[in-house]
């Protein structure tokens, strides 16, 4: 490996080693009501973004809340000296991606059949510190 890729391999994990990750494989609900909720969150602090989970209608929401809950673990298990308060968190990434389709068949008038596609998707939440996007 050459010197400078070395140097780029470096930063480039030094910068994922300050951010926190959690991930949602296959939640049963469509992509389209999953981005509604990750929209309301994208680049909220994090106490502003559990506030806007916790009291919205959407079921999705609770999903998403977990998803941020475990977000903070994992940042916590990271960074066991620092405070969550100090850090000023940020929701710095929020993917919704299409998962896998269950396809069904739904019985219709005259001999015919409807095909129903029960959709799934992936959520991924990142987390990162407000102080060092000014830096």
């Known amino acids: 490996m050459g010197v400078r890729k070395r140097q ?12 926190a990750f959690a991930k949602l494989n296959n939640c049963p609900t469509s992509p389209r009501k999953m981005r509604l ?14 506030a806007i989970l916790r009291f919205s209608p959407k079921e999705a929401s609770r999903r998403v809340e977990k998803l941020l809950l475990s977000a903070i673990a994992n940042w916590q298990a990271k960074n066991e000296d620092a405070n969550i308060e100090d850090a000023e968190l940020i929701v710095k990434e929020i993917k919704v991606d299409s998962g896998r389709m269950l396809k069904r068949l ?8 409807h095909r129903i596609r029960k959709r799934s998707n992936h959520v991924t939440l990142v987390l990162g510190s407000n102080n060092n996007t000014q830096a």
Do not use: S
């Not at 391999?9 to 080693?17: G, H």
């Not at 909720?37 to 559990?50: P, Q, T, W, Y």
């Open 8 to 19: 780029m391999a470096e930063r480039i994990k030094a910068e994922k080693q300050e951010l």
């Open 106 to 113: 739904r019985p219709a008038p005259q001999g015919r059949a």
């Open 37 to 50: 909720v990750a929209d309301l969150v994208r680049g909220k602090e994090v106490e502003k973004a559990l």
